[in-house]
């Protein structure tokens, strides 16, 4: 079993960034993939962004590339997601996920955990 525990959402004008994490809790944090992903009123659940159980290999929808950051630290059990120049379009929930495996990350299918959440509003 892991935990996964999201925070740092918030309320910002459009151009600002965010920096959201995730903790993890419960077996070892370094054997899982990890990724993002996001959901607005009505839309489904999108990828926004994976990495792999070193950070070696990372992963970005085409709409954050460019923008948003992922990164871990294994040494605390934790994944980050740094959001630059944000938009209005980017106002969602956003979750973070656990992956056993590097493949498919792009698809929320391959994840076994999920968090609950974090809200990301951005104004224009």
């Known amino acids: 079993q892991v935990q996964l525990v999201e925070s740092g959402g918030g309320l910002v004008q459009a151009a600002s960034s965010l920096r959201l994490s995730c903790a993890a809790s419960?077996?070892?944090?370094?054997?899982?993939?990890m990724g993002w992903f996001r959901q607005a009123p009505g839309a489904e659940r999108e990828f926004v962004a994976a990495?792999?159980?070193?950070?070696?290999?990372?992963y970005y929808a085409d709409s954050v590339k460019g923008r948003f950051t992922i990164s871990r630290d294994n040494a605390k059990n934790t994944v980050y997601l740094q959001m630059n120049s944000l938009k209005p379009e980017d106002t969602a929930v956003y979750y973070c996920?656990?992956?056993?495996?590097?493949?498919?990350?792009?698809?929320?299918?391959?994840?076994?955990?999920w968090g609950q959440g974090t809200q990301v509003t951005v104004s224009s």
């Open positions: 419960g077996r070892s944090f370094s054997s899982y993939c």
């Open positions: 996920a656990a992956a056993p495996s590097g493949y498919g990350l792009q698809s929320k299918e391959v994840y076994g955990y």
């Open positions: 990495i792999t159980w070193s950070g070696i290999k990372t």
